[in-house]
């Protein structure tokens, strides 16, 4: 598998991130998406957004702003609880964050240590400053949320939101009440987070600022195993990591064994596994691991994550918590307002309970479908970005075969462009367009040749399988439609034999 390194330099040279700034030495933990990198992002964000908001009746979606005043987060539990144990080193000043130099030296966690306990173990273990070698002050927590001055006036105090959730929560009665819900159902949004990050690294995995796509789903507190949808899931195969060991076991073996609390937990962490892998995540690469005691967040009852299997490890690059009715507790104290619902069916006043919140980061997601696309094929001598079709940031490369062909080429390209996003490259010979295109992930080529002006048909060309059928041009929208729903090319036309073969 390509090194998180190696992937930055190849997202780089081929325009699909950047580093934020990068003129002015860059800024560490902010990148920037380039022309590819935005039609990736938005690609995963649409797929996330159609099955899970629009194919859903029980979920609705809002877009809230990024910064919201203190007030929110005092109540949210963030401002005294969203923090790091941060070392500084006596000589150099460089910042770390505890938890990284524990982990990496002694495999241990800080998660829920006491600053004195933690501070005990570096002395104890004699553990440096990794840039210096000198020793550590005593820790301190580092508060994670950016800090804002809101105005001219002094002392209007907002922070830049540090999960997307929390306009959730304070919205939660107008959108219950206008979208006329009923419980269970799930809010969503997807937009912008920020973590003053003590330590970004590891590329898109550690940023400052990032993109979420997040779901709260509110269920009756006594009703948290109303789950009609889980006979449908309960069957399905996932890897399952506990502190120690991983399993091959089932949905429904997980809730079987109490491991799962409640259904409808289980029920929405196997969505996100499934989201995975039917958009090429390989099987093996991905697992769920239930977080410990101590790892859990202030507000929430348990979490599970899910896991890929980078070159760097096994790593986080989804949440999905039982948050409890702990939030809409907490706004409804702070904030003197009732935020509890008529219940219909029990004809009784309740406080919903967010029985699951599926927490996708964008990025980490991104940097994930690419590691598993990502494919050196010594054959061909080039890259081949076997991305999903629906992900692959351009459709269709369309090449005329020799320069005299662009008007007919032109008109393939317009009449496609409309529906798909494509390109057109007449740039070299076309071995080297299809290279190109297998670089930069585009699933399907389509090339116009002297034949196409007799016969109106042109040659379609699968990224994977480099296989290549003949096909009418005006059956080609069509026909591309149901390549990315799926279809294998050859059942798209009559195979033929290719140059490449
Ligand atoms: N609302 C719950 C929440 O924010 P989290 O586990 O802190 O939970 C959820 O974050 C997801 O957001 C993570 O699984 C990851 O995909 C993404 N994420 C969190 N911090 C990130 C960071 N600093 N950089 C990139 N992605 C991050």
Redesign the pocket.
Known sequence: MISIQDLAVFCKKKGFIYRNAEIYGGMA?FFDLGHLGVEINNNIKNELWKRFVISREDVVGIDGSLMSPESVFRASGHLESFADAMLECVKCHEKVKANEILEAKLHLSVDGKPMEEIFGIIKDNKLKCPNCGSEFKEPELFNLMFKLDVGAKEGNIAYLR????QSIFTNFKLVFDNARLKLPCGIAQVGK?F?N?IS?REF?????E???F?LEFFCHPEKLNDCPEFDSVSGMAVNFFDTKHESATTIGELVKKNIFKNKWHAYWVSQFYKFFLELGIKKDHIRIREHMKEEL?HYAGA?F??EYKFEFGWR????D?D?KQFDLTQHSKFSKTDLSIFDEETQKKVLPYVAA?P???????LLAFLCDAYHDDKERGNIVLKLHPKLAPIKVGVFPLVNKLEEKSREVFNLIRQDFHCFYDKGGSVGRRYARADEIGIPLCCTIDFETLDDSCVTLRDRDSTKQVRVKISDLKDLIRKFMDGEKLEKLGTIIKSKEE
């Open positions: 933990g540090p999960e997307t959730a987070a973590r990050e970004p898109l995995f550690r940023c400052r990032f993109e979420q997040e967040a979490c994550d899910l986080e690059i989804h949440g918590a948050r919140e927490s996708q980061g964008i990025g980490r997601a």
